[in-house]
């Protein structure tokens, strides 16, 4: 069985240009980018509306060769808060609308790397911003091992504003015996100034699990066969989805929301897999601002159901079910607000002992 999950970007997939970046030395840090002095900068290119997040040149240490089995294990083990390889801090430059992300890796000598092969996943945090549904910091995006990049139009915008406490985090995928000397990881995000004209309508992240337990990993076993998994949530704010995505792993079928109270199915999301059960991605749904996305009302329930089938001999073992997506809210001035006392936002902020590394000044410049 494969490593690969049905990680796929919630918006449509889009090119970037590449932009140039000022030269990296190719001499790795002693480290695999971790740490208070891991060499990330995030410069704004106000010419082409982008900021440039660099981390590196990193090494990404061996992990081993695998069997398929014991590769599919390894994507399963521990995905939560302090389980990455990088966690590190950064400070966003500028007050903007965000449309669109890009990501490439490179080598010692510039050469495009292999995504899947180098990075399993990565997600970039907000630490003065909470989710929606759960009391942790907004994860502004996750992608994947084959997750590509995506855009949305310039009439919907996310805002970020300048010195929000941010953070990568990254986990590799090196399974080889030799480590991968002078990796740089660029983040490209395309941006909408904040006083562009007329306002974006605002959307910010949305996102529901399963088997959600802060620092504790989210990952749950199903019998031979398959089965379901559900979780019910209460919105605190009213929103309209305009967009949904998933995340499955391998034997996963679908993940749908459904209205708790009239049982309705709101919206559902399948997975796309291979005669043997293999997930290689997610669909997703694009409703659009003035589409049919299901408006979530403040104060009514919704259950999050994940559906496994297949694997007839053996037991399911970590099995996910995420689903996530961009959500219109009725008033943004409602969003929930973070509480930083909260048990579960410690966990983001220093989990399992680890400790947090201050944000540094955001770097300014011309790419």
């Known amino acids: 069985m494969s490593r690969r999950s049905g990680s796929r970007a919630i918006a449509a997939s889009a090119a970037i240009p590449l932009l140039a970046i000022a030269s990296l030395s190719a001499t790795s840090p002693p480290h695999g980018c971790e740490g208070p002095h891991a060499p990330i900068k995030a410069v704004m290119n106000s010419a082409k509306h982008a900021v ?3 981390l590196g040149p990193c090494i990404v240490p061996a992990m081993g060769t695998m069997d398929m089995p014991g590769m599919s294990k390894m994507a399963m083990m521990g995905h939560g808060p302090g389980n990455e390889d990088v966690r590190v801090h950064f400070r966003w430059p500028a007050n903007v609308w965000m449309r669109s992300f890009d990501l490439r890796l ?3 000598d510039h050469k495009r ?11 970039l945090l907000d630490f003065d911003r909470r989710q929606v549904l759960y009391p942790m910091v907004e994860r502004v995006f996750g992608m994947g091992e084959e997750t590509g990049s995506a855009k949305i139009p310039k009439s919907v915008g996310l805002p970020l504003d300048a010195g929000m406490d941010m953070a990568l985090y990254v986990m590799w995928n090196n399974h080889t015996d030799k480590n991968l000397d002078g990796v740089t990881l660029q983040l490209t995000i395309d941006y909408s ?8 309508t605002i959307v910010l992240p949305f996102k529901a699990d399963v088997n959600i337990h802060p620092g504790a990993g989210d990952a749950f076993d199903l019998p031979p066969g398959g089965g379901s998994k559900s979780a019910v949530f209460t919105m605190e704010v009213s929103g309209r989805l305009i967009a949904v995505g998933g995340h499955l792993h391998d034997y996963g079928k679908e993940l749908r929301l459904e209205d708790v109270a009239t049982g309705k199915v709101l919206t559902r999301v399948h997975a796309l897999r291979t005669p043997t059960g293999e997930v290689t991605g997610v669909s997703h749904g694009l409703y659009g601002i003035f589409g049919r996305g299901p408006h979530l009302v403040a104060g009514r329930q919704y259950r999050l159901v994940a559906v496994y089938q297949g694997s007839p001999r053996d037991s399911i073992t970590g099995a996910m079910g995420l689903m996530g997506g961009i959500i219109a809210p009725d008033h943004y001035s409602e969003w929930p607000k973070l509480d930083r006392t909260n048990p579960d936002y410690l966990i983001d902020l220093n989990p399992k002992g680890r400790q947090a590394v201050a944000a540094a000044p955001p770097v300014q410049g011309r790419d």
Do not use: G, W, Y
């Open 193 to 200: 100034p904040r006083n562009l004209a007329p306002r974006p």
């Open 113 to 123: 790397l292999n995504q899947p092969t180098t990075m399993h996943h990565m997600e």
């Open 52 to 54: 440039v997040i660099t």
């Open 106 to 108: 490179f080598d010692k």
